[in-house]
T-cell receptor
Framework: TQLLEQSPQFLSIQEGENLTVYCNSSSVFSSLQWYRQEPGEGPVLLVT?????EVKKLKRLTFQFGDARKDSSLHITAAQPGDTGLYLC??????????FGKGTKLTVNP | NAGVTQTPKFQVLKTGQSMTLQCAQDMNHEYMSWYRQDPGMGLRLIHYSVGAGITDQGEVPNGYNVSRSTTEDFPLRLLSAAPSQTSVYFC????????????????FGPGTRLTVT
């Protein structure tokens, strides 16, 4: 059974700080997706990475896929209150079934 | 496009009652799935469908039934509700094109919050 572990589980920071959240597995994934979920809503896709070592940037968010395609990280620069939410990673094996991590709950205080 | 829609938004059931959670998408996606989200457990796959007439079980299928008679609709039926089924339920869809890794990106509905007493 493929598992994805996310850390930290909770993160509370001040506006303007930088942060990194991690998504790790002992299994190899064909692709890794990151989602953000706000309270009372469904998750929304942020990015998909498919190549080992790949780095993608989305404004102040930087996503990296590990060289061995077993792990990924999300780095946020100068966090803002609007970044508050639950960040989920999901691993794909090249089929329709994804494995989701349990998420990192981020709170950015003004 | 409305994307993925789910009804109802909230529901309270008594133990033993049955109900159907509705899900529809207007993106002509082949792949649809149902997840439940519980505190500390993340998203867990209940059932999924790779096209009309084809369904399969996910990680936690017991107590739930699905069918897929059209591309657009994928209802989830609770046969006899139990307190353990109290959860938030999300329906999702994706293009699911074989060989295209980006095509498995999920589009989620807004969720149904179910309480079973």
């Amino acid at each position: 059974t493929q598992l994805l572990e996310q850390s930290p589980q909770f993160l509370s920071i001040q506006e303007g700080e930088n942060l990194t959240v991690y998504c790790n597995s002992s299994s190899v994934f064909s692709s890794l997706q990151w989602y953000r979920q706000e309270p009372g809503e469904g998750p929304v896709l942020l990015v998909t990475v498919v190549t080992g070592g790949e780095v993608k940037k989305l404004k102040r968010l930087t996503f990296q896929f590990g060289d061995a395609r077993k792990d990924s990280s999300l780095h946020i620069t100068a966090a803002q209150p609007g970044d508050t939410g639950l960040y989920l990673c999901a691993g794909g094996g090249g089929s329709e079934k994804l494995v989701f991590g349990k998420g990192t709950k981020l709170t950015v205080n003004p | 496009n409305a994307g993925v829609t789910q009804t109802p938004k909230f529901q309270v059931l008594k133990t033993g009652q049955s109900m159907t959670l509705q899900c529809a998408q207007d993106m002509n996606h082949e792949y649809m799935s149902w997840y439940r989200q519980d505190p500390g457990m993340g998203l867990r796959l209940i059932h999924y469908s790779v096209g009309a007439g084809i369904t399969d079980q996910g990680e936690v299928p017991n107590g739930y039934n699905v069918s897929r008679s059209t591309t657009e609709d994928f209802p989830l039926r609770l046969l006899s509700a139990a307190p353990s089924q109290t959860s938030v339920y999300f329906c999702a869809s994706s293009r699911g094109a074989l060989g295209e890794l980006n095509s498995y990106e999920q589009y989620f509905g807004p969720g149904t919050r179910l309480t079973v007493t």
